[in-house]
């Protein structure tokens, strides 16, 4: 089972289960316990316990009210059995005589649907009526139970469930359609139904449904199926896609003739559950095929989203630095302008170099960059005009002090003149720039 789990994406402990739940059930399909374990979402508990509450004759608290699928009547490859001996000599005539009973049967068959659809609207039949269907089909099993034991294991659900469930699962749904009028019913369910090989081999390769044409789910089956003879046991399985009436049995039967009709019936058309299978098996390996695609897709899409997201981040980021180093070029082109005008203007309003004499004093000024200053000014100018007088230098720092030589000491630019602030003549003055 190895590549087959694979191929359905099994983990091994889903893988386990499995096994498990076929050693504890006993049901030799693992399809089926396969299914019946996905229906329960892998919940081996829950999947066990359904088992065995229908094996032990209760109710199941896990079957859910579904819509039926719809049920198809092959009247051509539907096998018919009953006890009534056949009539006359074989060969053609006996062909010819099936024939002609077919036809007949099927046209018999329409007629009494098209008759029973009209009385439908002429009389009253309470069974028209379904009000309470899991209640039929429980009151049923339990009123059989009493009178006729053992018996297969019916399923403990409606029609509706069991056709799904038959379907979800890919099994054989054996529909056992009760009359107590039937003169035949009795024999039928104290020896045939009660026989240990039937029981083992319906609850082996089948689910088993049963209720009585005298309520309103089992009349309503009945109507449905076709059947004219009670007992009447019909095998529905999936065929072409389709849930198809595929056998029914009309009338008492021996467990032997039964036994030989179900294992007919099924070897006939385990091949069309098979394919059934298999295709399920495909359309699962192509689903998760596809979710892988979809998920890689979606991860290689996630990844290229995010690449796309880290370019765009990128190309903003170096576009905003760009744009900050603009701006910055642009701001200190705007304030070498500002600054040359302020120069300009400062060396405009500065009054004119005096002439060499008598309160006259000489002044050598050093830039940072080693340019020397020579300046003469009057002994009444300020530190303010001596200030004024470097910064309106082209290479003067823009924000500067100025000291002394020798002792070192600042000269505070302000309203002090220049024998205030201690200057003579031919003093050296330097210049710093306090940003440097």
């Given at each position: 089972?190895?590549?087959?789990?694979?191929?359905?994406?099994?983990?091994?402990?889903?893988?386990?289960?499995?096994?498990?739940?076929?050693?504890?059930?006993?049901?030799?399909?693992?399809?089926?316990?396969?299914?019946?374990?996905?229906?329960?979402?892998?919940?081996?508990?829950?999947?066990?316990?359904?088992?065995?509450?229908?094996?032990?004759?209760?109710?199941?608290?896990?079957?859910?009210?579904?819509?039926?699928?719809?049920?198809?009547?092959?009247?051509?490859?539907?096998?018919?059995?009953?006890?009534?001996?056949?009539?006359?000599?074989?060969?053609?005539?006996?062909?010819?005589?099936?024939?002609?009973?077919?036809?007949?049967?099927?046209?018999?068959?329409?007629?009494?649907?098209?008759?029973?659809?009209?009385?439908?609207?002429?009389?009253?039949?309470?069974?028209?009526?379904?009000?309470?269907?899991?209640?039929?089909?429980?009151?049923?099993?339990?009123?059989?139970?009493?009178?006729?034991?053992?018996?297969?294991?019916?399923?403990?659900?409606?029609?509706?469930?069991?056709?799904?469930?038959?379907?979800?699962?890919?099994?054989?749904?054996?529909?056992?359609?009760?009359?107590?009028?039937?003169?035949?019913?009795?024999?039928?369910?104290?020896?045939?139904?009660?026989?240990?090989?039937?029981?083992?081999?319906?609850?082996?390769?089948?689910?088993?449904?049963?209720?009585?044409?005298?309520?309103?789910?089992?009349?309503?089956?009945?109507?449905?199926?076709?059947?004219?003879?009670?007992?009447?046991?019909?095998?529905?399985?999936?065929?072409?896609?389709?849930?198809?009436?595929?056998?029914r049995n009309e009338g008492s039967c021996s467990s032997a003739q039964l036994l030989q009709r179900l294992r007919h019936v099924v070897n006939d058309n385990e091949p069309h559950l098979a394919a059934a299978r298999a295709d399920r098996v495909e359309r699962e390996v192509t689903a998760q095929l596809r979710a892988a695609q979809d998920e890689a897709y979606a991860e290689s899409l996630a990844a290229d989203q995010?690449?796309?997201?880290?370019?765009?981040?990128?190309?903003?980021?170096?576009?905003?630095?760009?744009?900050?180093?603009?701006?910055?070029?642009?701001?200190?082109?705007?304030?070498?302008?500002?600054?040359?005008?302020?120069?300009?203007?400062?060396?405009?309003?500065?009054?004119?170099?005096?002439?060499?004499?008598?309160?006259?004093?000489?002044?050598?000024?050093?830039?940072?960059?080693?340019?020397?200053?020579?300046?003469?000014f009057t002994l009444a100018h300020t530190t303010q005009d001596l200030y004024d007088f470097v910064f309106s230098h082209p290479q003067s720092p823009e924000e500067f002090e100025i000291t002394t030589n020798f002792p070192k000491r600042v000269l505070e630019c302000g309203d002090a003149n220049l024998v205030d602030a201690g200057l003579k003549d031919r003093d050296v003055l330097f210049v710093n720039d306090v940003?440097?």
């Open positions: 089972m190895d590549l087959e789990d694979n191929a359905l994406g099994l983990t091994q402990e889903q893988t386990d289960k499995i096994l498990q739940f076929q050693d504890l059930t006993g049901i030799e399909d693992m399809s089926i316990c396969r299914d019946v374990l996905q229906r329960h979402q892998w919940d081996l508990e829950v999947a066990i316990q359904e088992q065995l509450n229908i094996r032990e004759g209760r109710p199941s608290v896990f079957a859910t009210e579904a819509r039926a699928p719809p049920v198809v009547h092959d009247h051509i490859a539907q096998q018919i059995f009953t006890d009534e001996p056949p009539e006359g000599p074989g060969g053609m005539r006996g062909l010819l005589r099936y024939v002609v009973n077919l036809v007949v049967s099927m046209c018999y068959n329409t007629i009494s649907s098209v008759l029973n659809l009209l009385l439908s609207f002429v009389r009253n039949d309470d069974r028209r009526l379904v009000t309470d269907p899991l209640g039929d089909v429980m009151g049923f099993i339990s009123s059989y139970t009493s009178r006729y034991n053992p018996h297969p294991v019916f399923y403990q659900g409606t029609y509706a469930q069991a056709l799904n469930d038959a379907k979800n699962e890919l099994r054989f749904l054996i529909v056992y359609l009760h009359s107590d009028s039937a003169t035949e019913t009795q024999n039928f369910c104290r020896s045939t139904l009660a026989d240990p090989e039937v029981i083992q081999y319906i609850n082996t390769h089948a689910l088993f449904w049963g209720c009585s044409v005298d309520t309103a789910e089992g009349w309503r089956v009945a109507q449905s199926v076709g059947g004219r003879r009670y007992p009447l046991l019909c095998v529905v399985c999936v065929r072409e896609h389709r849930m198809t009436v595929v056998a995010e690449k796309e997201r880290r370019r765009a981040a990128d190309r903003a980021a170096r576009v905003e630095r760009e744009n900050e180093d603009l701006r910055r070029r642009l701001w200190e082109e705007r304030r070498r302008e500002e600054m040359i005008e302020a120069r300009a203007a400062m060396a405009a309003r500065l009054p004119a170099e005096p002439a060499a004499g008598a309160g006259t004093v000489v002044l050598l000024i050093r830039l940072p960059g080693g340019e020397r200053l020579t300046r003469r940003n440097a």
